[in-house]
Structure formats: C-alpha cells, structure tokens
C-alpha cells in the first residue's frame, strides 16, 4: 500500500519549453504532495508543498513562477517546469504523507535541459 | 531551527564487515524518523521508519536502527554488508501533520570492498 507514481522516469528537452511531471497516489488519498529537488550527490530539497484544492506554498528561493504546481484532486499533483534552462536540469521527486506509514515517494523524474 | 546532520559523507567498509550510520537530528518535537537508500539514478526506498514505541527498529535487507532520545540519534545499523548494499544513504525526520517539515539528512554513500 501507498503508493505514489511519478511520470515521466526521465525527460529531455529544449531550453525554453515547459515540462510537466505528475505523481499519482494509487491506492490513497493525498491531500498532501510534497515535491523535492535533488541535484547530483546531493541531498533532497524541499521545493514546495502541494494541497488538494489550494495554492501550493513555496520554499524560500523557489520561483513559484518556475515551478508550477497543481492538486486538483486527491489522486494527482503535477509540477510544471516552464521556460526551463540547462540549470534546471535535475532529479524531481514527489512525496505524500501518510499518517499510518510516513510519507512514501515516487521513483523520480530525471529532466535534462539542452 | 530543523535539521538533520549525517557526519558522514562517505563510508567504505568491506564486504561481510558490519556497519552504523550515523544520523543526528534537531527537531522542536518528537519526530518521526526514517532511513532511506537510493542508488544511483533511482528514487528513494524506505528501509525502516520509527513513529514510537520500541527504540530498535528493524527494517528491510537486514538493516536495523536505534532511537536514542538523548542524544538525538538514529543510527543505522547492518552486522553484515552485502556488496549490493553500496548506495547512498538517507536519514530523514519530519510529521506527517502540522507544520514541521519534511527534511532529510545530506546523505551518506556506502562504497562496499569485494
């Protein structure tokens, strides 16, 4: 149980284009998303925190303007990387507590801009 | 202020050698507490989590931790190290409610000698 799917594993594009990365809980509800950022050996940082039905809220130094992220439902957050530039590129990865299990996360996603 | 520290940034120990983690946290409550392991391009798997209770926590692939309120540590323990376990590391603290977040430790890579 608590599962959490991320999409796409790894994406490249062109700088200047938008990327969109989504994570699906598949067996609960998750008010809560959690979205981190993990650049090659190092730690994972949190970017901002997602709630179904609201406005999701920012860490300090995080461009909400870059990073675009939506829970219109229980089930899916995305997260929209827009305009994106080669020092974007980077490892993203979702998170969703559970109060029961803790927080579970999705496999990643690896976005590469050239 | 929240913070988890991994004093170790790397560690390399010899197959069939044991093996601890450490991990040390500052947190304004008691925290639930985890350790993960990536391994290289993947996303995260959870090893073992402790929320209360009994302070020596088994989890999968062998590995074991202790919770030692006072002096605020969750080491990772392995009698044993199989090659397969080379990874890195992740110690992380958080709820899964309120406002204290969700943060992880700086991570620990294991390089593991044939």
């Known amino acids: 149980g608590a599962v959490v799917s991320q999409h796409p594993s790894w994406v490249i594009c062109k700088s200047g284009t938008s990327v969109k990365i989504e994570c699906r809980s598949l067996?609960?509800?998750?008010?809560?998303m959690f979205w981190y950022r993990q650049f090659p050996k190092q730690s994972l940082m949190l970017m901002a925190t997602s709630n179904e039905g609201s406005k999701a809220t920012y860490e300090q130094g995080v461009e909400k303007d870059k990073f675009l992220i939506n829970h219109a439902s229980l089930t899916l957050s995305t997260l929209t990387v827009t305009s994106a530039h080669p020092e974007d590129s980077s490892f993203y990865i979702c998170?969703?507590?559970?109060?029961?299990?803790?927080?579970?996360f999705g496999s990643g996603t690896r976005l590469t801009v050239v | 202020a929240q913070s988890v520290t991994q004093p170790d940034i790397h560690i390399t120990v010899s197959e069939g050698a044991s093996l601890e983690l450490r991990c040390n946290y500052s947190?304004?409550?008691?925290?639930?507490l985890f350790w993960y392991v990536q391994s290289p391009g993947q996303g995260l798997q959870l090893l073992l989590k402790?929320?209360?209770?009994?302070?020596l926590v088994q989890g999968i692939k062998g590995f074991e931790a202790e919770f030692k309120r006072s002096q605020s540590s969750f080491n990772l323990r392995k009698p044993s190290v199989h090659w397969s376990d080379a990874a890195e590391y992740f110690c992380a603290v958080g709820r899964t409610s309120g406002t204290y977040k969700y943060i992880f430790g700086t991570g620990t890579r294991l390089k593991v000698l044939a």
């Open positions: 998170s969703a507590p559970r109060a029961d299990y803790g927080y579970t």
């Open positions: 402790y929320f209360s209770g009994d302070t």
């Open positions: 067996d609960f509800q998750a008010t809560t």
């Open positions: 947190y304004g409550a008691t925290p639930y």
